[in-house]
């Protein structure tokens, strides 16, 4: 949201496994300014599903669908789920993800994406792509700490949001 606040150097950690033996994924807590600490969010290239499992803390997933993938910056379905510790959140194709640590705690999930596409495990996978979000600065909605609650706040750089389902949590 804000490039220049201030922050730990480190947001998240990755282990890249698989399919197979699964990826885990911790993210710290805390704020980079206002905004909370999140992964960075990809959409997913061709039609390719996967499943997050949350093993401790709790948190925040914003799904996305863009109308089209040549416009950016307007959004068929936008999604916010509060989750914690024993959920499980499925990723249907089409739909951008990022997640957000809300608590206090490390929020540690697994998911079980596919690793191929890289000669290593320490590259990015040849499934996820970071560009379109790079190039709208985040997805549609931040998560921002107001008065010690997370709430919403919509990023400016998106001209339309055509359906919007915010899971209880306060959009501003
Ligand atoms: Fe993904």
Do not use: C
């Amino acid at each position: 949201m804000n490039p220049d606040a201030s922050g730990p150097a480190v947001h998240y950690y990755m282990i890249r496994g698989g399919s197979q033996k699964r990826n885990v994924t911790i993210l710290e807590p805390g704020t980079v300014g206002n905004e909370y600490i999140k992964t960075y969010g990809h959409y997913h290239v061709g039609e390719l599903d996967e499943t997050y499992w949350f093993l401790a803390g709790e948190g925040i997933v914003l799904q996305q669908k863009l109308v089209d993938m040549s416009q950016p910056d307007v959004v068929a379905d936008f999604k916010a789920t509060k989750v914690k510790a024993g959920d499980s959140v499925y990723m249907p194709p089409g739909y951008g993800h990022l997640m957000v640590n809300t608590g206090q705690q490390w929020l540690v999930m697994v998911d079980d994406s596919p690793v191929e596409g890289t000669g290593d495990s320490a590259s990015m996978p040849g499934h996820a792509d970071y560009e379109m979000v790079k190039k709208m600065r985040g997805f549609a909605y931040y998560v921002v700490e107001k008065n010690g609650t997370p709430v919403l706040v919509p990023n400016k750089f998106y001209r339309e949001i055509k359906k919007a389902d915010f899971g209880g949590i306060t959009a501003v």
